[in-house]
């Protein structure tokens, strides 16, 4: 079977939805089939990731941005005085974020359909990540799957049903299915259990910090949805009764500019540290650095990094949001106050001391995930949907 994968960001984040598709895919060609995937990449067509060996690159050459004036807003943000009116201002900025990335996806479909005009029939099925009007154009042309990262409205419906079959996991596909029905299938995260382990080796002496500091960890793009502020803000605050604390953050993004001045001090201290990027590989050994996962997102459909986490034998601290409810389940770990500080620094204060309560959910994270989670599982969960739903057969 020859699949083509259409996804913006493929060559150009770690985030949770392209880790989703390597790993995805990676494991999909190795069950024989051949995958080929469209990406954007530089005026060049130039791209700082590479795509697994078993994934033809495509790259789409231009100029692109999902981000355009983030940074500034964020920047601005900070000299918003008062929480209603920085309440206001974040709702204004998550707008001009959504319409901006909805204006990246224009241009990413229209140069796909160019691209590929005359190629169509080179392939069996085309996968096709988020992007809701590119999925629809192309399954007039090839039979056609897609993968929604988060919910939409339902006035989405009647387009979603012009799609072979719409895959979701986590609150994305339980608010789904409330108006597509059994038109919505689910495709989970897998999760590779050999690399992902309790058993191995961690950070901590590279980083100067020893067996006593108690280190909270982040893991995702440095965004405004993601959270990042909330969390550098209430760490500052926690740090005061908690000073064998220690933050490790990876990843990069817009926020860190905003971030970066909140926490100097603690910077310079070595009491906070930010790694901009960690190959997927070698991520297990910072997760064992840590002695919890803080995932403040303002929004969550289900989180990659709080199943690598949970994997690795570190329970977590999310917002009171979407697929984190569901994490929360398990009990692998702990909730709090979406969109606020105070409840994210109060519960820090009650939970990272509570040595036994941590082990305790630590290890209920493990056998979950060697129980729920692994890439061979959604691979073949992969082939079954393209079988059944599109009809093609390998």
Request: include cysteine.
């Given at each position: ?30 069950r ?172 901590r002496?590279?980083?100067?910090w ?14 405004h ?30 926020e860190?500019?905003?971030i ?19 190959p997927?590989?070698?991520l ?9 996962l ?11 990094a709080?199943l ?23 009990g ?63």
């Open positions: 079977m020859k699949v083509l994968v259409l996804q913006s960001e493929l060559g150009v984040l770690r985030g949770g939805g392209e880790n989703f598709t390597r790993n995805l895919f990676t494991a999909f060609a190795q024989g089939h051949h995958v080929a995937a469209a990406f954007v990449a530089d005026r060049r067509g130039r791209y700082p990731l590479p795509l697994p060996p078993a994934i033809e690159p495509i790259p789409v050459a231009g100029w692109w941005s999902m981000n355009l004036g983030q940074e500034a807003l964020a920047a601005a943000g900070r000299y918003i005085p008062g929480d209603r009116f920085r309440k206001k201002w974040d709702g204004l900025q998550q707008g001009i974020s959504w319409r901006t990335i909805q204006w990246h996806r224009g241009r990413f479909q229209r140069r796909v359909e160019a691209e590929f005009a005359n190629r169509w029939g080179d392939y069996d099925a085309v996968y096709v990540h988020s992007n809701l009007p590119l999925a629809s154009k192309v399954a007039r042309l090839r039979p056609t799957v897609m993968r929604l990262p988060g919910p939409v409205e339902a006035e989405c419906a009647g387009v979603l049903r012009t799609v072979h079959a719409v895959c979701a996991n986590g609150d994305a596909l339980a608010q789904i299915r409330t108006f597509l029905g059994d038109h919505a299938v689910e495709l989970p995260i897998g999760l590779d259990n050999q690399l992902f382990t309790p058993n191995g080796g961690s950070v002496s590279r980083l100067g020893g067996d006593k500091h108690r280190v909270i960890g982040y893991v995702g793009r440095l965004t949805l993601k959270g990042v502020d909330l969390l550098a803000a209430a760490f500052r605050k926690f740090l005061q009764r908690a000073p064998d604390a220690r933050l490790l953050v990876i990843g990069s993004g817009a860190e500019r905003n970066v001045p909140v926490l100097a001090r603690e910077l310079a201290r070595g009491i906070v540290h930010i790694e901009p990027d960690i997927h590989r070698e297990p050994e910072w997760y064992r650095t840590m002695n919890l803080v995932m403040p997102s303002r929004y969550e459909n289900f989180s990659n709080l690598e986490g949970m994997a690795c034998g570190v329970p977590f601290l999310a917002s009171d949001v979407g697929g984190n409810r569901m994490l929360a389940e398990t692998a770990g702990w909730l709090f106050q979406s969109n606020s500080v105070s409840s994210l620094s109060a519960n820090l204060q009650s939970i990272i001391n509570d040595a036994g309560a941590i082990k305790a959910r630590a290890a209920i994270g493990i056998r979950y995930v060697q129980e729920h989670n692994s890439w061979a599982a959604t691979a073949d969960r992969l082939e079954w949907i393209i079988a059944s739903r599109l009809g093609v057969k390998s």
